[in-house]
T-cell receptor, first 112, second 114 residues
Framework: SQTIHQWPATLVQPVGSPLSLECTVE??????LYWYRQAAGRGLQLLFY??????ISSEVPQNLSASRPQDRQFILSSKKLLLSDSGFYLC???????????FGQGTRLTVV | DQQVKQNSPSLSVQEGRISILNCDYT??????FLWYKKYPAEGPTFLIS?????DKNEDGRFTVFLNKSAKHLSLHIVPSQPGDSAVYFC?????????????FGAGTRLAVHP
């Protein structure tokens, strides 16, 4: 069966520290992968999407980067976190339609 | 620039009554509108969708209505049950930049009380 794993669920990091959030998918190959972020009071904003290994597209300029070192692994990173990076981060996988997409449980990041 | 808006952050409804969750959008090029349900500590799960060429889609207790002229859609839950208590995200999909994007609203937290 197809599953998606995202961790950690919550994270508190000081300003200026690095970040690494990992998302892995099981039960499929060559998935389209997405990273979203929700800031307080706003919708889930698309940050990055990837259609294959080392193929990353960025939707908005920001302090974050994404990498896809393996087919079923998608990583969100930052070298130095800012207060404005706080939010809820969600990884998603779409193999066909959005009706059949899978979402991770999300990561609540608080930068202090 | 929020293309999908859910202006009510929360809604409280009595069990057995109707829950109506609203959503507005700005882009006429969206081809599908979807509703996702999210419980705490879980990822959103797909609930119901509607094509932009339809005005109504029904699935059991859930019905989604689309008013294209007003760029508005709503999700009706009848009758509401305590297990429906969750955050509901409205989303819209469409082609942009060569791939199929999904754009979410901010979510509405529904509480169904006995």
């Amino acid at each position: 069966s197809q599953t998606i794993h995202q961790w950690p669920a919550t994270l508190v990091q000081p300003v200026g520290s690095p970040l690494s959030l990992e998302c892995t998918v099981e039960g499929t190959s060559n998935p389209n992968l997405y990273w979203y972020r929700q800031a307080a009071g706003r919708g889930l904003q698309l940050l990055f999407y990837s259609i294959g290994i080392d193929q990353i597209s960025s939707e908005v300029p920001q302090n974050l980067s994404a990498s896809r070192p393996q087919d079923r692994q998608f990583i969100l990173s930052s070298k130095k976190l800012l207060l404005s990076d706080s939010g809820f981060y969600l990884c998603a996988w779409k193999g066909g339609t959005w009706q059949r997409a899978f979402f991770g449980q999300g990561t609540r990041l608080t930068v202090v | 620039d929020q293309q999908v808006k859910q202006n009510s952050p929360s809604l409280s409804v009595q069990e057995g009554r109707i829950s109506i969750l609203n959503c507005d959008y700005t882009n006429s090029m969206f081809d599908y509108f979807l509703w996702y349900k999210k419980y705490p500590a879980e990822g959103p799960t797909f609930l119901i969708s509607i094509s932009s060429i339809k005005d109504k889609n029904e699935d059991g207790r859930f019905t989604v209505f689309l008013n294209k002229s007003a760029k508005h859609l709503s999700l009706h839950i009848v009758p509401s049950q305590p297990g429906d208590s969750a955050v509901y995200f409205c989303a819209a999909s469409g082609l942009a930049g060569g791939y199929n994007k999904l754009i979410f609203g901010a979510g509405t937290r529904l509480a169904v009380h006995p």
